[in-house]
């Protein structure tokens, strides 16, 4: 018997479906798996990247947003900071598990390609992705490390990490490779200069450097302030 077309659903709107499926199903597995992460790089953090990358990606024609909220998802699944200083984990990660909810290889591998770009590597290190949906992800991922709650995250990670808050006779690292970054044991404010304040002008997107500016200049008004009170004139 020939179908009607009010019966019919378009591939699209098939797609859609499956699409959506998929979210849900990533939201949920990366919700458990993150639950009661204090460093920092909690479902919270996740929750933010995913809304900055909506927002930048609102305003950049081309951008793919089936792939940014997916690497959105799950570009933290395992943080090379907690893993033993694995920075492929995450990508492992995600091929493995949308292979498992049968998503398109072509996906998968842009998914996995995005996730694999986000990190910041070091101060002397260039990490600029290849594609929109990278460089919209990663600006993203680099707001949620400034302003206000850039802030509260550095603390929250030195605290996890064993991290003094300042030491004024330890200057600033500025590493040149990822091997010298992940061997970083600097105090927390000493990240500021090492990775904090680099971040406003490593935006890829008009958007993100917009966003970026105000977070930028919140965090040199708390440096001001943090010093004054440590030298007791404020």
């Known amino acids: 018997m020939k179908r009607t077309r009010a019966g019919r659903r378009t591939m699209c709107q098939m797609a859609d479906e499956r699409e959506k499926y998929v979210l849900q199903k990533t939201e949920s597995m990366v919700r458990d798996r993150l639950k009661g992460e204090s460093s920092g790089h909690d479902w919270w953090h996740i929750h933010r990247v995913r809304n900055n990358a909506a927002r930048i990606a609102a305003e950049e024609d081309g951008a793919d947003a089936y792939i940014i909220e997916l690497a959105s998802l799950l570009h933290d699944i395992s943080d090379w900071k907690f893993n033993g200083g694995d920075d492929d984990a995450s990508s492992r990660i995600a091929e493995e598990w949308l292979g498992g909810l049968e998503v398109p290889e072509q996906i998968i591998r842009e998914v996995c390609a995005t996730i694999s770009g986000v990190s910041f590597k070091g101060s002397g290190v260039n ?76 935006m890829n997107t008009e958007a993100g450097r917009r966003i970026a500016a105000g977070r930028h200049d919140f965090m040199l008004a708390f440096i001001v302030r943090f010093k004054g009170e440590w030298e007791g004139t404020l």
Request: aromatic content about 10%; charged content about 30%; proline content about 4%.
């Open 127 to 202: 990490t600029v992705p290849s594609t929109l949906e990278g460089m919209i992800v990663q600006d993203a991922d680099r707001l949620d490390a400034m302003g206000a709650i850039g802030i509260a995250r550095a603390f929250a990670y030195g605290g996890k990490a064993g991290r003094e808050i300042f030491d004024p006779s330890e200057e600033p690292h500025m590493h040149l490779t990822f091997d010298d970054y992940k061997r970083n044991r600097g105090h927390t404010i000493n990240h500021f200069y090492e990775k904090l304040l680099l971040l406003r002008d490593r």
